[in-house]
């Protein structure tokens, strides 16, 4: 599902238009050669962004979600894996650990935590990230995984391979900015989380979305 815009060429003294296609960052991008284990990310959102964008699944830019309610800023690089989508094969994932209240998935390509120590400024970028864990996080009934990545390369964060290997603190703050980001003080969560676990489940979550994806539009990866 690829956008374009138009360049303007002169030949003989006349501008021609000429179509210059961008790969749609969902559907038209890889999700890498050596995936599950080291996976291309599209970043959406970065700690500064005090408005949640998210990829427009029709024309592929990045449109606005909703301002971010009160203190819930994002802790880390935000984003998703091309050419993942959550349904069937991860709702099973998700009963089989023991969720008995989840009726599908989210319908969404598969979420991606990166940490990275570098202060990026923007989203709409695509990034090599290594999936070290993640949230398995029900909403409403749907499994809505949150995979946590490092990014490939970083000084800080870079040589970490598992989730139990980063600093508690780091993973608490993580997993309460998920159960508070969609709620304002006086409502009742909407959310959960029933596990935090390591970069093995992480990588059996992103294979299950890339079936998902798979059945649902064909191709894969």
Known sequence: MPFYYLNFVKIRNKYI????????????????DDAPNVVTTFIEI??????KYEVDKKSGYLKVDRPQKFSN?????????????????????????????VSEGDHDPLDILVLSSHNIHSGGLLMDAIPVGGFKMID???ADDK???????????????????????EVFRLKHYFLTYKNLPYEEAT????????AEHAKEVIAASQKDYSDKFGGIM
Request: hydrophobic content about 40%.
């Open 191 to 198: 959310c959960r989380i029933d596990e935090i676990y390591g």
């Open 140 to 142: 409403k009934g749907e």
């Open 147 to 169: 995979i946590v990545a490092v990014m490939v390369g970083d000084q800080v964060y870079g040589h970490i391979r598992d989730i139990s290997e980063l600093p508690q603190a």
């Open 73 to 101: 800023i994002i802790p880390a690089l935000y984003g998703f894996i091309p050419r993942t989508y959550c349904h069937e094969e991860v709702k099973k994932l998700a009963i089989r650990e023991g969720a008995v209240d």
């Open 46 to 51: 970065v700690p500064a962004d005090t408005i």
């Open 17 to 32: 238009m000429i179509p210059n296609f961008k790969a749609h960052p969902w559907h038209g991008v890889s999700a890498g």
